[in-house]
């Protein structure tokens, strides 16, 4: 079965070896820089810590490709090529994030579908997950719910987990949990998934390791995406994290 049949069948596709060795770690190397030296700079919005007093709790990265020409040309590479491929059609670039779960202070993924943070119609977008450490089981790999990607966008209502402020309301249904299926990947590995695949990872249960990532984000050309009500609830949704003091 081709990656393309498999990402129809499933809503998902986990792509091998997809970066080799030297490119992640060239990876590393600028995200530790970034990181090093211009993550001060950026909005409140787009920095996310599990707790702001200690930088080694760092969650989430919004929008690198926007503050460094090494990830944007990395986001205009390989990445968009592949989702093209997947979607079937030319792609809009959106965001390229960094995730991770530091060990002994995270909290778990919340079952969630990307589509409902995006604001599509349709609902035609992928997001690539690339692996840069080892993930499994222990440390909160991600957990993908075959075949949910056909039928349209579940109820979500607001969460209190960082990063991930939607979460899906009736989630446990018995198709949730026979379809589901843990995706570990090793560094280089992309884990490619549809907007409406629903989709969730456990707390981080290890003790010293990292699980840490990119995601590249891209919606199909044919996609028009709701700017205003986008905007809206970004702003209130930073508003709201500003006021609790977590950003």
């Not at 007093?53 to 990830?71: N, P, R, Y």
Request: net charge positive; glycine share 6%; with cysteine.
């Amino acid at each position: 079965m081709t990656p393309n049949e498999k990402f129809e069948r499933d809503g998902f596709v986990a792509v091998r070896n997809f970066f080799g060795s030297e490119e992640i770690s060239a990876i590393n190397t600028a995200l530790a820089c970034f990181i090093r030296e211009y993550l001060h700079k950026l909005r409140p919005e787009d920095v996310f810590f599990e707790d702001k007093a200690e930088q080694k709790t760092l969650k989430q990265i919004q929008q690198l490709q926007k503050h460094d020409s090494f990830f944007s040309k990395l986001f205009e590479n390989k990445p968009r090529l592949l989702a093209e491929q997947l979607l079937g059609e030319n792609v809009i670039g959106k965001n390229l994030q960094y995730f991770n779960k530091p060990p002994g202070r995270n909290q778990a993924t919340p079952p969630h579908q990307d589509g409902q943070y995006f604001m599509l119609k349709p609902c035609h977008a992928v997001t690539l997950w690339l692996a840069l450490d080892d993930t499994d089981e222990e440390n909160g790999c991600v957990r993908y719910v075959c075949g949910s990607h056909k039928h349209g966008l579940r109820p979500h209502k607001r969460t209190q987990t960082l990063g991930f402020s939607q979460g899906i309301t009736d989630f446990g249904l018995p198709e949730d949990i026979t379809n589901e299926v843990p995706c570990p990947a090793r560094p280089g590995d992309i884990l490619a998934h549809h907007a409406l695949t629903i989709h969730r990872a456990n707390a981080n249960n290890s003790k010293y390791r990292t699980r840490r990532a990119l995601g590249f984000i891209f919606y199909a050309k044919s996609a028009c995406e709701n700017f205003k009500a986008h905007k809206r609830y970004q702003d209130h949704l930073a508003n709201e994290l500003a006021q609790a003091g977590k950003i």
